[in-house]
């Protein structure tokens, strides 16, 4: 059937080459014989005779030249459809056609002018994704609760009749998935997201780089940011990134204040490398408080909390002008967005990266691997609730036995990070079948009365490093650890977005605007604590309950409660940011 379509489409070339050199002909009679339908007297000058006779041999020559160009490509397509010639070559002839006779022409790999999928079609898969996850946490939750009922009414045989059931639709769900993963492989666009993804990334990099670096920082339009943000690393490299998405946003070049930085005396250069190379002086002719005035040249900005008027662009904002780009690769933009900014600002200190790099090689950190991080300490039961090391391992099991259904692992290896130095004792005793990478002097340095220190700083800089490289994440994302490096993560794939789980909250970023999806489904309450919505429901999300519910507020009917999380989608916040024209888009 290949050689059959490889056939037509010689054919094809064939047949408009012949068109073109019968074109240039009817032109060239046209020109020529105009002259003699003008002449009244029917007399045919010399000039015309002689113009004539050579239009007469230009034709003689271009059948000559029709003729070779047929045997050419006839003879190039056989070769192209036996494999004889390279790959290359294919695309430079191909090139070279389409410069000369201006039409788009495709022959030996079709997939070399793909395009890539279509917005919608890349949104709608993913969905199917999560469709089929979200099923199998409604159907375990209720099956969990009959099993439990089961027990109560002294009916063992059917909490075992149950426990099959479970674990046949555990068996199903990862066939499923394993089956879509390998539909969309097969579906030969994985060239065009790993391309597109450094394309787009390359894009916003560039703009980054030409906002820290204007050409007289005298005069450049400034927006200060003082590092001074009482908390740990997490919240303050997050609290850096929201001042570079303001800059940003602004225009306007960050100065990052970090003089006696708490993790570094010695300053943020002492460990990333510098903002900008051009323009590091905070001072200006006028000053003032955020929000000052366009014409303000120097600008201060408070934390987030304090943080008013709110513009907004704050994240889970996405640029209008890169929206489309963004939404049809990635699964969740907005991580994606905020992504890049972590990329800008996290470029390594030599000495830093060395470090990195040695810590990696004395673990042995390799993949297959799955990254746990648990956060004990000040977290629990303030911020988050306390979950044991058997509720992480759950999911660090269910990765490997997907992956296992498509390829051998010979190692189930698992970088453990936590503040709490006794977990990592505790999984390697309690699952002797995982090999766990880890250091529990790290965890000791997380402690709060110690987390300032220069080894802490190096901890959670290893931990962070490491949770980021890994295949899959379980975490909290109510930890800023868990969640920097899950932003970190996505500048490492084309599409990172499924590659977590969280025990308890969905993504967020601190002082984050509105997160808001929309009913796709329509939905009829059927129980106390469940709301109704109709297409097209704006709802406020305020979680994934992870049992197939999410909980939120219809804004039109204003009920708060339960809904489906399947019959929802998010609602991107799509805004007007600077377009950076100064900044070429890659051809």
Known sequence: MQTTMNSRSSNKILAKAAIILFSFWVVALILLTRPLLNNQQNEVSNDVLQRLSKAVTELENLKVRNQELQWILTNFSHEAQSGKIKEDVVERLRSTLEDNIRIPITFGNPEKKSTGPSKEYEVRRRALYRGVQEIWYFVQ???????????????????????????????????????????????????????????????????????????????????????????????????????????????????????????????????????????????????????????????????????????????????????????????????????????????????????????????????????????????????AAFHSIDEYMLFVADFFNKLEVKEKVDVRRVYLASDDPSVLPE??????????????SIAKGAAVATRYSDSSLRGILVDIHMLAHTDYLVCTFSSQVCRLAYEIMQTLHPDASSKFKSLDDIYYYGGQGPHQQTAIYSHKARGAGEISMEVGDVLGIAGNHWDGYSKGINERTKQSGLYPSFKAVDKYNIIDFPVYSEVAVAA
């Open 141 to 383: 939750q209720e099956l969990e609760k009959l099993k439990k009922k089961g027990h109560d009414l002294s009916a063992p045989e059917l909490a075992n009749l149950i426990q099959e059931i479970l674990n046949s639709g555990k068996e199903h769900e990862i066939v499923l998935l394993n089956d879509l993963q390998e539909l969309s492989s097969m579906e030969g666009h994985d060239t065009w997201r790993t391309t597109e993804s450094r394309a787009l990334s390359d894009l916003v990099q560039r703009r980054l780089h030409y906002l820290q670096n204007p050409a007289d920082c005298s005069k450049a339009r400034k927006l200060v940011c003082n590092l001074n943000k009482s908390c740990g690393y997490g919240c303050q490299i997050h609290h850096a990134a929201y001042c570079f998405i303001m800059a940003y946003a602004t225009k306007r070049t960050l100065i990052l204040n970090s003089k006696k930085w708490r993790y570094h005396r010695g300053g943020w250069e002492k460990v990333f490398l510098p903002l900008s190379d051009t323009c590091t002086d905070p001072s200006g002719l006028d000053r003032s408080n955020w929000p000052g005035t366009n014409e303000t040249q120097v600008i201060e900005l408070p934390i987030v909390d304090m943080l008013s008027p709110r513009p907004p662009f704050l994240p889970l904002a996405i640029p209008r002008d890169l929206s489309d780009r963004m939404i049809r690769l990635h699964g969740d933009p907005q991580v994606w967005w905020i992504g890049q900014f972590m990329k800008y600002l996290l470029r390594y200190q030599p000495d830093t990266q060395k470090m990195l790099d040695q810590a990696k090689e004395k673990m042995n950190f390799k993949s297959p691997i799955v990254g746990v991080h648990v956060r004990r300490t000040d977290k629990v039961g303030t911020e």
């Open 427 to 440: 999984a390697k005793k309690k699952y002797p079948d995982y090999e766990f990478l880890g250091d529990v």
